[in-house]
């Protein structure tokens, strides 16, 4: 029977955790399956109004009675101005054109003060609503906004790429920390470490990061069975958190050419890109990718870079067009199921279970 | 008890591979000792010529009674121009004068003829002197090679960093596949995908290979210890082949300096260059690496950069100055310690037994 701190922590009956896969994914009922079936379903809060984010919450609770968490992105300082705003926006005429897109020159740049009091309010819904687990990406939030989670008793659970950002984590206050392997779809959650630096592999990053920090590891990246979910615990970590795997699960909200892309992808069809969104992310190559692929370095910093390509994405969404999608996916598309979240959790466990009663003593 | 068919096949008790590392790293010593201790032992002979290849089985044959094997490099074709070497000679010329080397402009490109002859060589010697086992980096030999090598009954094992790169392995008649995680130090054993598109870490990889071949997998790419052999094992992999933990060992060749900047590196200091040798590989960073970053795209394939940079590695070494060597390292220098070949293997089979132990039953 494991029984360990994190699962006790957290009141949770599986060491399985479901990414907070930000922008529609993370359905309501989504997350309650992921909870009502013994793991840690997930709000992926990162684009939502505050509003939006109690709503979902108050949804949620009417779908389980079980503990769930949400994450947060931590906003991160960025540095545009508006001719480099304006350069970017030009990079996207053609793709617009394609699309027969309007274009629009006009672009307000967000302030970062106001993005920082929307993060504050979804900082008070979470209190006000009670959940009880909150998580970060991008970084770690400011004193005081921890003080004030951890008087509420929330759980707090941060995101490390690497042993640095881990140790910063625990420093900060953090009850645990996600680790995001190399493998990983998605955004990249590094925040001291540079992108090529922050790239370790799951075998090289999790007994690393155990070995230096003494709050509970959480595994993420290319996590999708019940032999990922072993290996994971065996070095080191106390649970995983698993993301693609629950992307193509019947009640996820990803689009369904999202989800035939991943049915689709080898291991060696993702690639990194910051063309999307101005932040680094492992995603299935695709036209826009390639398209971007020499303006890459100079668009502009998460969030502009994503407002900016915001219209286009939605735009293909509608015409379930995949060639400027963003396809987030880690680096198992091979092992992606059409699944419910039941059979997908019931399956992990129960191969889990079925390789430990082996014995791979070696002796 | 473990004994599966790798382990069968190989005639070895444990599912250890010592990494065959070129460039004077597995001593007569290194490898005889891995073999005693049960692992295998594998000489790195890449750079050897024919006459040091059949000079060091031999002197192995006199330091164990167990099986060990020997690495070969495939030629690879390579394209290039006497002024693309000259301008590639050129970019060296600060870093011969900042070491005091004399400044060569003549420089022969050798013939891709020669170099397979010489690689045919190499195989002759390895049948001729009863070398149970041979493995191949870079590539698959040519069929009459392969056949030729299969007559005597010899097993070979191929490198694969891709499922694709590996199921090619088992149609060209490979008896086994070590697939390198991007977690893997040193060169890149890609030779089917692209550098970026190889990149996959062993939490990936392991599973979405077994799952499409049927020969045995061993995984290599970070794997330091016991934890890191039963994460792979439960992966699905039948072995682990582990290069950084066995390069720092007492009886390994690598030089004190390379060893001592291992001790030194932390997980995140590690990247790839092509700038040493015109291969992606991966070491520490260092002053070389810096000062060629602007020009690694445009040096000469393999092995042509690598003789070019040949004569300053090697002062470099004379010195006892990191800065212009090689310092080639997996993902997890945090885990490597000075020690013998026994302790290593003793400490690794305990860790991994006794993690075996533990009941990880999730449910």
Not at 3 to 23: C, D, R, S, T
Not at 298 to 302: A, L, S
Not at 359 to 363: E, H, I, N, R, V
């Given at each position: 029977m494991?029984?360990?701190?994190?699962?006790?922590?957290?009141?949770?009956?599986?060491?399985?955790?479901?990414?907070?896969?930000?922008?529609g994914i993370t359905t309501s009922n989504l997350v309650a399956e992921v909870s009502n079936n013994g793991g840690l379903g997930m709000i992926g809060a990162g684009y939502h109004t505050p509003i939006q984010s109690r709503e979902q919450i108050r949804e949620i609770k009417q779908l389980t009675s079980n503990p769930f968490g949400i994450n947060l992105f931590v906003p991160n300082e960025f540095n545009v101005t508006p001719e480099a705003v304006q350069s970017a926006n030009q990079l996207l005429h053609t793709i617009r054109k394609q699309l027969n897109l309007e274009q629009t020159d006009s672009f307000d740049i967000p302030e970062h003060n106001k993005i920082f009091e929307s993060f504050i309010e979804q900082v008070n819904v979470v209190i006000e609503e009670n959940v009880s687990i909150c998580s970060f990406t991008f970084g770690i939030p400011p004193k005081e906004v921890m003080d004030k989670l951890k008087q509420h008793n929330i759980t707090l659970i941060g995101t490390?790429?690497?042993?640095?950002e881990a140790v910063e984590n625990e420093k900060a206050g953090m009850d645990m920390v996600v680790i995001q392997g190399s493998e990983a779809g998605g955004h990249r959650g590094n925040f001291i470490d540079g992108h090529q630096e922050s790239l370790v592999g799951l075998m090289s990053l999790i007994p690393q990061v155990v070995d230096n920090v003494s709050i509970p590891v959480i595994a993420a990246g290319g996590i999708m069975d019940g032999r990922g979910l072993m290996a994971s615990l065996f070095l080191g970590a106390q649970g995983v958190q698993m993301g693609t795997a629950f992307l193509t699960c019947i009640e996820s909200g990803?689009?369904?050419v999202h989800k035939e892309a991943i049915f689709n992808a080898g291991e060696d069809q993702t690639t990194f890109t910051r063309a999307f969104s101005g932040k680094w992310a492992r995603g299935i190559?695709?036209?826009?990718?390639?398209?971007m692929l020499e303006h890459e370095m100079?668009?502009?910093?998460?969030p502009i870079q994503n407002l900016l390509t915001q219209v286009i994405r939605k735009t293909c969404s509608g015409q379930n067009n995949q060639d400027f999608m963003s396809l987030w996916v880690g680096q198992s598309p091979r092992l992606?199921?059409?699944?419910?979240?039941?059979?997908?959790?019931k399956n992990t466990l129960a191969e889990a279970e079925n390789i430990n009663k082996q014995?791979?003593?070696?002796?």
């Open positions: 494991l029984n360990n701190e994190m699962m006790k922590h957290l009141k949770i009956k599986n060491p399985i955790i479901q990414a907070p896969m930000a922008g490390a790429t690497t042993v640095r990803a689009h369904k190559k695709n036209k826009f990718i390639a398209d100079v668009v502009p910093d998460f992606a199921k059409s699944q419910t979240v039941e059979i997908l959790i014995s791979f003593s070696p002796k």
